[in-house]
């Protein structure tokens, strides 16, 4: 990989802000970029946000309403979208897996999110998903509540972020690191740990199954 892209990798891993949970604010591209906002403590006027599944921790109306604005497009899974249309947004997409768009110079892909072994937790039925985003040329992958799926290998991207516990998303810490490695990530950081499943020891593991393939990054709540 060149310096130049290198570089660029690196700014937009260092634009990520991390709230706990898969809530994460990216300010890249000169734009405010929430993903499944939750926990926020301030209000703050997100240019998109961008919702993977319906559960409390990802689909939070109460966090929105602190950051939607009047200019605000927020794209969403089919199910939720009659809702979050009631919150004010500029513009709401309803998505499902396999939708592609760009908004204002930036692609946004939705992807298959779902639980394999788990099935009741993120059935695949629910055409519930995790995005692909393309940031000023590095692609940015947030997982969603996902296990190690086969699409995961379809999935090409720079930077991953990925869930870490085992109850409700990945079946073990080998699968996350598994499926950062399905994508070809040169950046990994682990998200959804810490709070109803995962742990401190999850992420030491995960370092170091990834040592000398991959560069981790963790992310301290902001």
């Not at 690191?177 to 995962?198: C, F, K, N, Q, W």
Request: proline fraction near 4%.
């Amino acid at each position: 990989m060149d310096t130049h892209a290198t570089k660029n990798i690196e700014a937009v891993a260092e634009s990520i802000q991390w709230f706990g949970q898969a809530a994460i604010k990216i300010m890249n591209c000169g734009k405010v970029i929430y993903i499944d906002p939750y926990q926020i403590k301030e209000t703050d006027k997100a240019d998109l946000i961008l919702i993977t599944h319906s559960h409390f921790d990802h689909y939070s109306p109460d966090d929105l309403k602190k950051i939607v604005a009047t200019n605000t497009w927020i794209f969403c899974p089919e199910d939720i979208a009659d809702e979050v249309k009631q919150l004010g947004a500029a513009k709401v997409i309803a998505v499902k897996p396999g939708f592609m768009d760009e908004w204002s110079g930036i692609e946004i892909h939705a992807v298959p999110m779902y639980n394999i072994s788990k099935s009741d937790k993120h059935p695949k039925s629910k055409n519930w998903v995790g995005y692909l985003l393309n940031l000023c040329n590095v692609w940015l992958y947030h997982a969603g509540d996902t296990e190690r799926i086969p699409e995961m290998k379809d999935i090409k991207t720079d930077i991953i972020l990925l869930p870490l516990g085992q109850t409700y998303t990945m079946n073990s810490v080998e699968d996350a690191a598994e499926s950062v490695l399905d994508t070809g990530a040169s950046v990994a950081i682990p998200i959804h740990y810490g709070m109803y499943e995962g742990s401190e020891s999850d992420v030491e593991k995960f370092k170091e199954l990834l040592k000398d393939k991959v560069e981790v990054i963790l992310l301290q709540k902001g």
